[in-house]
């Protein structure tokens, strides 16, 4: 869980940010927009500051048990998926 956070924190200041949630996606051959991005990191974010730290990461995966990047994604694109149209 730990490795996944870090592999998409790309520059290392324990946030993960809406760039760092394209380029992890866009890594494995998925590419979202922003407003996805966004959408996802919303779903994660507790405090409304548009980036998601450790706690909130550490959270939102109790509840959504995902444990590799490549899971995380797929888990991620289905809610970018269901979300559209709604
Ligand atoms: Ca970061």
């Known amino acids: 869980m ?4 870090n592999s998409v924190d790309k520059n290392n200041d324990g946030v993960i940010e809406t760039s760092e949630v394209i380029a992890a996606l866009k890594s494995l051959g998925m590419n979202i927009s922003e407003s996805q991005a966004k959408k996802i990191l919303q779903s994660i974010d507790s405090d409304g500051t548009m980036t998601v730290d450790w706690d909130e990461w550490k959270y939102y995966f109790l509840f959504h048990p995902a444990t590799t990047v490549n899971e995380i ?5 289905h809610c970018t998926i269901s979300d559209a149209g709604a």
Do not use: G
């Open 2 to 5: 730990r490795l996944a956070f």
């Open 73 to 77: 994604a797929r888990f991620w694109k």
